[in-house]
């Protein structure tokens, strides 16, 4: 049994004393979770997350690194860095990163196992275009994305790592992947880490991510290959994070 895990990713939102207000109402209303529940944040608010997270059970993710230890790379954060300050979670490779900061699916590799060098659990995100997808494209690609992210990485390593389905034209837009479409997507995944890890593709997490939100999270999550969800607009509101958390909870 695969423990679901709902993770919140609030990408350029909220400032150090907003972050600590919303994961107050978070804590608030998340206590009765069964599932694993992390909220992924601007790094600018870690600090302050990780003081209000209180060393409680929710995890304290980054959105991004870098996949060196450190150098003359100017804006950029270590996975070390992420870790000294408490994170234990890193998305990676995110469409957004993708498409507006020129990440490939050779960075998306070299970030997932500088993430697992410092001991971070990597989210890595894979997902079609709506171009791509109409082209009948999205399991060759998402099975590519999905080899490229985890080549090297060693099935030990790679129980502690978790996938993320994120199709491009389901995020921030509002339409979502019906629930049997994320499902069988998500199986498509399964299967290529089947390919690379026959004894952990079964005990690796896959996540659905795109629109989720408190109406929808249900019929999503009980389809047999969801094992949570990556949460963008409905991560930023605590009752509508939480609802999510409940329905995973289940
Ligand atoms: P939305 O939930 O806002 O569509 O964002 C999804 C996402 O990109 C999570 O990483």
Redesign the pocket.
């Known amino acids: 049994m695969r423990k679901k895990l709902i993770?919140g990713?609030w990408?350029m939102n909220k400032t150090p004393t907003e972050a600590a207000a919303l994961i107050g109402e978070i804590i608030n209303q998340t206590s009765g979770a069964t599932c694993d529940v992390a909220v992924?944040v601007p790094y600018i608010d870690i600090p302050a997350a990780r003081d209000a997270l209180k060393g409680g059970a929710i995890w304290l993710g980054a959105e991004n690194c870098h996949h060196k230890e450190s150098g003359a790379y100017t804006g950029e954060i270590s996975t070390g860095m992420l870790k000294s300050v408490g994170v234990n979670t890193v998305?990676i490779g995110?469409?957004?990163r993708r498409q507006y900061f020129a990440e490939t699916d050779e960075t998306v590799n070299l970030k997932t196992k500088a993430a697992i060098a410092a001991g971070l659990i990597p989210i890595i995100?894979v997902g079609e275009t709506l171009a791509q997808r109409e082209a009948g494209y999205t399991d060759a690609l998402v099975s590519y994305q999905t080899k490229i992210a985890y080549a090297g990485i060693s099935e030990k390593d790679a129980l502690n790592t978790v996938v993320?389905y994120?199709p491009v034209w389901?995020?921030?837009?509002?339409k979502t992947a019906t629930d049997e479409e994320a499902n069988e997507t998500i199986g498509v995944i399964r299967e290529a880490l089947r390919c690379i890890y026959p004894g952990a593709a079964e005990d690796i997490r896959i996540l659905y991510?795109?629109?989720?939100?408190e109406k929808n999270a249900a019929g999503l999550l009980a389809q047999p290959e969801i094992d949570g969800g990556?949460?963008?607009?409905?991560?930023l509101a605590a009752e509508k994070f939480a609802a999510i958390v409940k329905a995973a909870s289940l």
């Open positions: 993770a990713n990408k992924c998305i995110h469409s957004e995100c993320a994120e389901a995020i921030g837009t509002g991510g795109g629109s989720m939100n990556l949460i963008g607009g409905a991560s």
